[in-house]
């Protein structure tokens, strides 16, 4: 039985409540829910596909911070300011089908809902952000965030390594992208 750490007032799991702006994504990942929601919880496993560092705790009061150089936003550039980083409210965490937490991106406070559901030896992952308003990033405009970090998730889960990890501080800075 799943236990439920923090529920939010966004509304029941696997809902969040109409938007402006949202972006879902989803990926099927070779593997069962609790090695995915591993992937997704465990810091020293996040460092490995998605950020550079993080901190995790989803026991009360929980915590869960990341950054670097591989996130996309502004998040702290370096472990000394994820320690003073107040990170991202647990809105919901129910190991290992759901995990809910607001993220502050660009000034717009965001909500995002992972939701894993087991789909036949496999992980049916599914992600929903979002926000009263876009976070500097037009989804028409071409792919978002998401459209690297899943299926880098899905490589990592799958090989130990994942596919892709872009360095947005540097993407940041460039005149062209060349992949």
Do not use: K
Request: charged fraction near 25%; proline fraction near 10%; glycine fraction near 6%.
């Amino acid at each position: 039985m799943s236990e439920l750490v923090h529920l939010s007032h966004f509304g029941a799991p696997r809902t969040l409540p109409p938007a402006p702006w949202s972006i879902r994504r989803r990926e099927i990942i070779p593997a069962p829910p609790e090695r995915v929601w591993r992937a997704l919880t465990d810091p020293a496993e996040l460092q490995l596909w998605w950020c550079d560092f993080a901190e995790v705790d989803l026991r009360g009061p929980c915590r869960y911070a990341f950054g670097g150089a591989h996130v996309y936003g502004d998040s702290p550039g370096n472990m000394d300011e994820l320690r003073s980083f107040p990170g991202f409210e647990v809105l919901a965490a129910v190991p290992p089908s759901r995990l809910e937490l607001s993220w502050q991106l660009f000034g717009v406070e965001t909500r995002v809902a992972y939701d894993l559901s087991n789909r036949l030896e496999a992980t049916e992952l599914t992600v929903l952000q979002a926000a009263d308003r876009a976070p500097g990033w037009d989804p028409g405009a071409g792919p978002s965030w998401w459209w690297q970090a899943l299926p880098a998730l899905r490589t990592y889960v799958e090989r130990g390594r994942p596919d892709l990890r872009i360095d947005y501080a540097a993407m940041r800075n460039a005149r062209e992208i060349v992949f």
